[in-house]
């Protein structure tokens, strides 16, 4: 499939599932999964680092727009887009001979694994920090950091290895 | 000026990072409410229009609870009804304050139909109510539609109800209007169709008159819906007119039933001991 149609119908699909799905679980009021970051983080391995940071910027304000808040999810969206290149650069070797998305398969399994984690983390240290917008409570904020990377992890990489099959 | 020129085009993307990213946090922690409302109502129509279409979605799932809320808030408005009824009657036979019953002689108690049998002779449904909802043998249960049947037995959490359709029921039943007593049955075939029996000859029904509790049973209140007339046959040879009712109660979809509780029984029971 045309490579730009993919990446727009997962655009379509992340938002729309974080949206209208994973935005309303909310377990114990301090795990909620972002699983939208999937699509940032599967975006074409050639992709030149200041569209992937517009990209990263502009996703991050569509959620913005239907979480009812500004900068929150930019701010992290734009973090995990600075980070993605540089995190593939030291984990994958033979970057140059690899085009379109990136998947498991692509650039194997313990690479794969150790990048969607790092952003995974990285957006959700920053996204609730940000919302947060203060040190009072940061043990809750640490609380749901952790909680919400978790669970984000895991559902983002056993859709990821499900589709492998 | 070059060397400048060089650093700049060597950190571009860091730098255009940590723009978007300054953007981005002054954003987050400037946002006034009027920013914020001038961001949203520009964007809002989009998630707006979203979110409209999800919450339509998801109301069907919450149909189920709405319409248990809907069947509570029935009963109650019924037991409500029958008490002003029973004021209003009161009053107009001008009885002092202390002799009004107004007090409920009939509760309505919800319940859901969780086992239906309809295509036997001896049919019964079992009803999600019990002994500790206060529902007891003998009880009228009704629908939204018309009468059901008798509760016929009650554990602590579920009863059994001998329906209109079970060909050991017979009802008390009256003609709307003319008020002449006959006795409904049910013959074991159509479930949809009951018989209207000990109607004498002599009272004139038509198909499409209307068939009601008589209220003579201490089961069910009077004028409670059971059916209308479908056909009235009448043969030379017999005193009573056949008469087919369509029953207002379609026992292929029942979900939601009321029970009906005489508070008044037991002093009516008493009562009419007195003279067996």
Known sequence: MNIWLSNIIRFVLCISLQVLLFNNLNIYGICTPYIYILFLVSLPIELPRWAELLIGAATGLVMDVFCSSIGVHMSACVLLSYLRPLLINLFVQDKERLSGDVDIDKIGLQPYINILAILTVAHHIMMFTVESGSASMWWLTLIRIVASSILSFVIMIGYELLRRR | ?276
């Open chain 2, 1 to 276: 000026m070059r060397s400048l020129l060089q650093l700049l085009a060597r950190y571009s993307i860091l730098l255009m990072f940590l723009a978007l990213e300054t953007l981005s946090l002054i954003l987050a922690v400037k946002n006034s409410e009027y920013q914020r409302s001038r961001f949203f109502t520009s964007a809002n129509s989009i998630s707006g229009w979203t979110y409209s279409i999800a919450t339509n979605i998801s109301d069907y799932f919450h149909l189920k609870g709405e319409n248990e809320k809907l069947n509570e808030e029935v009963a109650r408005l019924q037991n409500e009804n029958n008490a002003l009824k029973n004021t209003i009657i009161g009053l107009q036979e001008n009885k002092p304050q202390d002799y009004i019953y107004s007090d409920l002689d009939k509760e309505f108690i919800n319940g859901k139909v969780i086992n239906v049998n309809k295509n036997k002779a001896h049919n019964y449904l079992t009803i999600n109510k019990g002994t500790r909802d206060g529902v007891n043998a003998d009880m009228g249960v009704i629908s939204g539609n018309g009468i059901v049947g008798i509760v016929s037995a009650s554990n602590e959490r579920f009863s059994i109800v001998i329906p209109v359709i079970n060909t050991s029921l017979h009802i008390s039943c009256k003609v709307k209007g003319s008020n002449h007593i006959g006795s409904l049955s049910w013959d074991g075939k159509d479930y949809r169709y009951a018989n209207l029996e000990d109607l004498a000859k002599h009272i004139v029904v038509n198909a499409g008159d209307t068939i009601a509790t008589s209220g003579y049973t201490t089961n069910f209140p009077e004028d409670m819906l059971v059916g209308v007339i479908e056909e009235v046959k009448t043969s030379p040879s017999d005193a009573y007119h056949k008469v087919r009712v369509r029953l207002a109660t379609d026992f292929s979809s029942l979900s939601q039933v009321s029970i009906v509780k005489n508070n008044t029984i037991e002093e009516q029971l008493s009562i009419e001991q007195t003279i067996k």
